[in-house]
């Protein structure tokens, strides 16, 4: 039997006995961090509701007879609502040896039905107890002894991102695994909500100590009013953007051209030219689109710097909270756009990478939001690569042509969003939004979580951008170029008015989002033939591997009404744009 554990699979003989452990919980309470201190495995956490939305099997060592935990989708309920909840009630349906309630100790009512329902299936339960910390902080006492007795099932204080706690929670885990069966589960349709237990529960066993709000949380509270939230949200965007255009630009030319321009780009010439004789392979590999410079100049020199910083800022942002906080904010402007304020979780991972955000939206309640935010991110979110090429490409001539960028892309997903929510069939539900505790995040997890992004962009960018300008290369070398923008030249030179290499953008395009914006740096391009190049990149076809993902998530027609909706909506777009630009410029000029 092999078990689906995302990175890697556990091997199990035919006829051994192994012990199931379900790690659940509501969504945010830390079963992911839990999870991979316990097993060792690498699983995403992030301090927002719906971080995990699928399951991933580890092993807890330790015990008499083999482990195997399972991380499991966030729930309110068992009265699924989201596509990540059903994968959690299907989970408990298969049964467990055990459940590891995760509770968080700073919400305690509200996380005790989920835990009462679970209790009522008749499955044995070990309750963590998480977040002590936090609610230390916040004057939270829980008397853990009356607890204990309340639930009738052991109950373990932990914090999780500092491990306390942690190794009598494994130890109980695996009393209680190793001293039950396993028995499938039915769960009822109509399931006692337990919320008076609950709060009756909560009432005995937790003292919130009277005291004066520290700073800290008043600073919680004024993230989330429109005064001072939105002066604050607008200064927080601003260092994250003067982070990623700062840090991105300084590491570029201090450290990552130098090299590349110096050492990099001349050994590698040197070493081909020796090799290979001048002609078309040598100018393929090394020549102006020479696959071996320019695939190594662009996703390393030029895109990775921004990316770094990018992922640097974002990852802050998932862990301490803030996030959702700005959700709450924008409420009114996505329902706008006819989605609701807490899509803006997934919506912000867009502009790290589209692929995370369309699985993302797997926590959403209804499958319109989920087609919604999809379609968005497709068409008017830049990738953290893409915004790497808009800064390279716009930034070195004009700051307020970028921010133009981004205000088109926001105006224009207003506009996308209203029109989507007309023609998408369905209605989309009210979701409830968790804000959750502003934390500073731990500075371990930070890094390696900052790290795995970067690796893991290096990895996708590197091959794919290999290949494709290598393609590129081919198709000037050999002249075909000449012959596909003589095809395309109305569109390209008539309707956006850009030179008529400009064609090679919207080819590479479709492979990977920033290769709609990097040949154009090659060009030698007007303001308006920038921002005109930019908008369409910014708009046109999302990259292959996210059509992917939207054919495997949705369904094929769906895909379709992307690639026509982003095509049109590039095209379009970006001839009204040069339209406008010329007509203003001979007005000015007159
Ligand atoms: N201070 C503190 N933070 C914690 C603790 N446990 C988890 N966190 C943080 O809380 C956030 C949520 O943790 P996750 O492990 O992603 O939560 P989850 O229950 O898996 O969430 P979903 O996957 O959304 O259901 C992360 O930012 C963690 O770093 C803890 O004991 N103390
Ligand atoms: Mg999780």
Redesign the pocket.
């Known amino acids: 039997m092999n078990c689906h554990t995302g990175p890697r699979s556990i091997k199990i003989s035919p006829g051994e006995k192994v012990q199931q452990v379900l790690f659940m919980g509501n969504p945010n309470v830390g079963?992911?961090v839990i999870f991979a201190k316990l097993t060792g495995m690498k699983?995403?956490?992030a301090n927002y509701a719906g971080?995990?939305i699928t399951y991933t099997t580890g092993e807890i060592a330790g015990g008499e007879l083999r482990t195997l935990a399972t991380?499991v989708?966030?729930t309110y309920s068992l009265q699924a609502t989201s596509p990540a909840e059903e994968v959690a009630t299907q989970l408990l349906g298969q049964g467990a040896h055990t459940v590891l309630c995760v509770l968080d100790a700073t919400n305690l009512e509200r996380n005790l039905p989920l835990a009462l329902q679970v209790a009522s299936l008749g499955i044995p339960v070990v309750y963590a107890l998480n977040m002590v910390d936090v609610a230390r902080r916040k004057g939270i006492e829980i008397d853990v002894a009356t607890l204990e007795k309340l639930l009738g099932a052991p109950v373990v204080p932990t914090s999780a991102v500092r491990g306390d706690g942690l190794k009598d929670l494994r130890e109980q885990i695996l009393q209680c695994a190793s001293s039950h069966d396993l028995h499938p589960v039915t769960i009822p349709q109509d399931m006692e909500d337990f919320w008076d237990r609950s709060r009756e529960i909560a009432e005995k066993v937790e003292t919130r100590a009277e005291r004066p709000p520290t700073f800290w949380d008043r600073f919680e509270e004024m993230t989330i009013c429109p005064l001072p939230g939105i002066p604050i949200a607008i200064v927080v965007l601003i260092i994250a953007m003067g982070l990623v255009v700062g840090g991105g630009k300084a590491l570029r030319a201090l450290v990552l051209l130098p090299v590349f321009d110096n050492y990099v780009a001349p050994a590698i010439t040197a070493a081909v030219s020796s090799i290979v004789s001048e002609g078309i392979l040598r100018n393929v590999l090394v020549g102006e689109y020479g696959m071996l410079i320019k695939g190594i100049e662009w996703p390393i020199a030029l895109i990775l710097p921004y990316v770094a910083f990018f992922y640097v800022v974002m990852s802050f942002l998932e862990d301490s909270g803030y996030l959702p906080r700005l959700g709450v904010l924008l409420d009114n402007v996505m329902r706008a756009m006819g989605i609701q304020g807490s899509s803006v979780v997934p919506m912000f991972m867009g502009y790290g990478c589209a692929i995370p955000a369309i699985l993302g939206t797997k926590a959403a309640t209804s499958q319109k939001e989920r087609l919604m935010v999809t379609g968005l991110v497709a068409l008017a979110i830049p990738c953290t690569a893409q915004t790497g090429a808009f800064i390279v490409l716009l930034g070195d001539h004009s700051m307020l042509a970028l921010v133009g960028v981004y205000a088109i892309s926001f105006s224009a997903m207003v506009v996308a969003g209203a029109l989507m929510s007309r023609v998408l069939p369905g209605k989309v539900e009210p979701m409830l939004m968790e804000i959750p505790n502003l934390l500073m995040p731990d500075g371990k997890s930070l890094l390696k979580k900052i790290w795995l992004r970067i690796k893991q962009f290096f990895m996708e960018a590197e091959i794919p951008m290999v290949l494709g300008i290598g393609a590129a290369a081919l198709v000037a070398e050999t002249g075909a170029l000449v012959h596909i923008s003589a095809a395309l030249q109305p569109l390209v030179e008539g309707l956006l008015g850009l030179p008529p290499e400009a064609s090679l953008a919207l080819l590479l395009g479709i492979i990977r989002r920033e290769l709609a914006v990097l040949p154009l740096l090659t060009m030698d391009l007007t303001l308006l033939q920038l921002m005109v190049g930019s908008i369409v990149a910014l708009f046109y076809l999302p990259c292959i591997a996210v059509f992917f993902v939207i054919i495997k998530e949705f369904r094929l027609k769906f895909a379709a009404l992307v690639f026509v909706g982003t095509m049109v909506f590039a095209f379009a777009f970006g001839g009204a744009l040069n339209y406008v630009g010329q007509f203003l410029i001979r007005l000015f000029s007159q």
């Open positions: 079963k992911s699983v995403e956490s971080t995990t991380d989708p966030g």
